[in-house]
C-alpha cells in the first residue's frame, strides 16, 4: 500500500475495533473489542503512529484520548477502502457496497460518489445476541463453527412443507418460517439442538439482508454487489445465504477480501491524503 510510514487507520465499531496499522510489508490488520480502549492505544503506540484516521460510531470519544487524529465520515472511509481493497477492474462504475457489521448498511457507489440507500438492525449485533439467548454460546467464532454443524430444517418450515399437496405459489425450497418447528402445533419437532438453532439463525440474517439488498439493487438498477464487514469473517452459513438469495434477483456477490477492515483502511487513506 502506498500510504505514509506511519499513518493507522481505526474504525470504531460497536463491538469491534478494526486497525490499519503501517508495517513495513505496507499494512497489518488488528481486531479488538471496543470495549477494551487501552489494547487500542498499545497497539497503536507500538506501531510508532504519528497520524491516525478514526471512523464509525465510537470515534468521536476514541479521539478524545489520542493525539494527531482525523476523524472520517463513516461512509466516506468505507468508500475510501473498497477503492482500496478491489481493484476498478472487479467492480462496476455503479455498484452496492454493503457493510454488514454489528448492524447493516446499503450504500450506492457511483464513481466519486457515495451514498446511503438505507440499512437493516440484522448483524452481527442479531447474531451475537440471538445465538447467546438461544444456545448459550458467546463467542463469535463459536457460533459459526457451530452453525456449520446444524441442520436448520430441524427448527424451521419450508414452503414445501406448508403447501404439501404440491401447489406452492412460488419456489418449495424457501423456508416459510424461520424457527417454526419450536412452536406447538402439528410440525413441531424439537426444541432444536443447539447447532441446528445457530444455523437457523445464520440464515435468517443472511436471507433478510439479501431481501434487503436485492430490492435496492433493482430500485437503482445496479448487479454488482459488494460485501464488507467483521460479520463475514469466517461464516460460511452467512454467505452462503447471502449469495443464494441474491441469486434469486440475479446478482452474484462479492465479497472484499480482508473485508472486515474496510473502513479502517479508508481512514487511514484519507488520513494520509
Known sequence: MSHATGTAGVDVGATLTKLALPDRRGCRFESIPSDRPERVR?????????????????AARLATQLAE???????????????????AARRDARFLLVSLGTGTSVMLVEDETVRRL???PLGGGTVLGLGRALTGTARFEDLCALAARGD???????????????DAPLATDVMASSFARLADGPHRRSDGRPEDLARSL???????????????SLLVDVECVVFGGSTLRGNTVLTEALSDYLGRFGRTPTYLPDGAFVGAVGARRLAAA
Open 118 to 120: 438505507g440499512g437493516t
Open 152 to 166: 436448520r430444517a430441524r427448527v424451521d418450515l419450508s414452503v414445501a412443507e406448508v403447501y404439501a399437496s404440491g
Open 202 to 216: 445464520m440464515a435468517m440474517v443472511g436471507e433478510n439482508i439479501a431481501l434487503l439488498v436485492g430490492a435496492f
Open 69 to 87: 487524529t482525523v476523524t472520517v465520515d463513516e461512509f466516506r472511509a468505507w468508500h475510501a477502502g473498497v477503492a482500496e481493497l478491489l481493484p
Open 42 to 58: 498499545e497497539a497503536l503506540a507500538d506501531h510508532a503512529t504519528a497520524r491516525i484516521g478514526l471512523t464509525g460510531g465510537g
